[in-house]
């Protein structure tokens, strides 16, 4: 009997063998995380999807008496506006305003546009920014009629309308979204979920055993979550599989920050660095606090600043080569909570940090000199950092544009709040330690130009490789029924 397997048969498994090689390769490709996108943009939680909360091309707000407020608006309803953490592309500011989603002209404050799907939704996390939407999370309490939901809007970042929502269930502790690639990741308790960002379809989902009690981040083309039982856990972010599971503490893990260099986490214990391909802890240290830990997290090429937790708000300077300390403020405000803490900002020069004493900061980051103290409307919230000024919001539902006037007197009195008699910052920074940031930050963008040439070669190489195999599959079977035809 025949076999009824042909050439032909042959020649289609090859050309998909060929074909699904190719896909998967190019599918595959890492999200890699540099320290920024662009100066004049903040698109996350934490700036850009590694977290970093740094901005190297930023604007440098060095002096209070040259500081001048371009605006400030009362953007929500209620108090206690915990989420109102602003995110910007360059031109246009997005922002949570408890029951809406707002965009501000960023030169003016102006309201461009304002998204409210209900009277009880609850935008509480920072919105993402993605090349052409906006993605905010709302969460739906529910009603007699209806059950509570948590939604995640695709909005269209220059009208606000929706270009796609999807729900899944709700909890009372909850991040998202991060943006890194084509997926939207969003978190509910235990739960990691992504969905394609064009379309809103879910890609995956992961269960974890603990809740996820740190905002997520990307590294390397892998989601790092953290939980409320001290476990770091990374993520395939092409499949939803878990890749390494790392346990630093007992204690939650509260902050997560990555770069090229590695994973950073801060915990109620101490500060972690770890390696991101492997999990493996490189050093682990409670950097002369008193074993109380830390909580948000900012990090560079060479440095992490980090703000303790305790009775007294502290800032911390540590090197990321091996966790020394190389400066530490105990100056910087009482926190009442000792659970809560603002975003620390890093810009090109300066450290930007708030507490509930309703005071902004400006440190210089490489010695920690308090370069100048302001009041702000409320508990600081934020701030975020761009090459356009510094954003700052607070609990009360404010948000403050501050820049540095080009052609204002410095010996002018200050009214808007700053504090005159701070000390004064020298402004012979480390340039040793900012020349190795410089470098530092050559050599990454070196080696994703140096990757971002090789995928490109690799693809074209496999794309020459299914156009050959095909060519000598239709030959082979061209050739092996001219021999049978002729026998």
């Given amino acids: 009997m025949k076999s009824k397997f042909s050439p032909i048969m042959a020649i289609f498994l090859i050309v998909l063998l060929c074909v699904g090689t190719l896909f998967s390769g190019i599918s595959t490709a890492q999200y890699s995380n540099p320290i920024n996108e662009s100066a004049d943009q903040w698109r996350t939680h934490g700036g850009y999807p590694g977290g970093t909360n740094y901005n190297p091309g930023s604007a440098d707000l060095k002096n209070s008496n040259n500081i001048e407020i371009n605006w400030k608006r009362d953007l929500a309803e209620s108090e206690d506006t915990s989420g109102l953490l602003p995110v910007t592309d360059g031109e246009t500011i997005f922002a949570p305003a408890k029951s809406s989603v707002l965009a501000l002209d960023q030169s003016t404050g102006k309201t461009i546009w304002s998204f409210n799907p209900s009277s009880d939704s609850n935008f509480e996390t920072s919105p993402a920014v993605g090349q052409e939407n906006v993605f905010a999370v709302s969460l739906n309490g529910g009603g007699i009629f209806s059950s509570p939901q948590a939604t995640l809007f695709a909005l269209d970042s220059n009208s606000g309308d929706v270009n796609w929502k999807a729900m899944y269930p709700p909890d009372t502790w909850y991040w998202g979204p991060t943006v890194a690639g084509d997926l939207v990741y969003v978190t509910h308790g235990s739960t990691v979920v992504a969905f394609n960002k064009q379309n809103g379809e879910k890609r995956w989902e992961h269960q974890l055993e603990n809740r996820i009690w740190a905002r997520p981040v990307v590294s390397d083309g892998n989601l790092i979550v953290g939980t409320v039982s001290g476990e770091v856990i990374s993520i395939d972010s092409g499949s939803g599989v878990g890749v390494w599971k790392t346990e630093t503490s007992e204690g939650e893990i509260r902050d997560i920050a990555a770069t090229e260099q590695g994973i950073v986490i801060s915990d109620t214990n101490s500060l972690v660095h770890i390696d991101s391909g492997s999990g493996i802890i490189d050093w682990s240290t409670e950097a002369g606090t008193d074993g109380s830990g830390f909580n948000s997290l900012a990090i560079t090429e060479n440095m992490i600043y980090a703000s303790t937790l305790g009775s007294t708000q502290e800032l911390v300077g540590v090197s990321r080569s091996n966790g020394s300390v190389v400066w530490k403020r105990s100056d910087v405000g009482h926190v009442p909570d000792p659970a809560w803490t603002s975003q620390i900002a890093v810009g090109k020069n300066s450290v930007y940090f708030g507490n509930q004493n309703n005071e902004i900061y400006s440190l210089n980051r490489y010695s920690g000199e308090i370069r100048w103290k302001r009041l702000n409307s409320g508990t600081t919230m934020g701030p975020i950092i761009t090459s356009k000024g510094l954003f700052v919001g607070s609990k009360s539902g404010s948000l403050t544009k501050m820049s540095e006037a080009d052609n204002m007197d410095n010996d002018r009195s200050d009214t808007n709040g700053a504090d005159s008699t701070s000390p004064s910052t020298s402004e012979s920074d480390d340039s ?56």
Avoid: K, P
């Avoid at 020349?435 to 994703?448: F, G, K, L």
């Fill in 432 to 487: 040793s330690l900012a020349q190795q940031e410089e470098m530092s930050r050559d050599a990454s963008s070196s080696q994703r130009d140096s990757t971002s040439i090789l995928d490109s070669i690799t693809t074209y190489y496999a794309f020459l490789t299914l156009i050959t195999v095909t060519g000598i599959s239709i030959g082979g079977a061209a050739w092996y029924y001219w021999i049978r035809d002729r026998n």
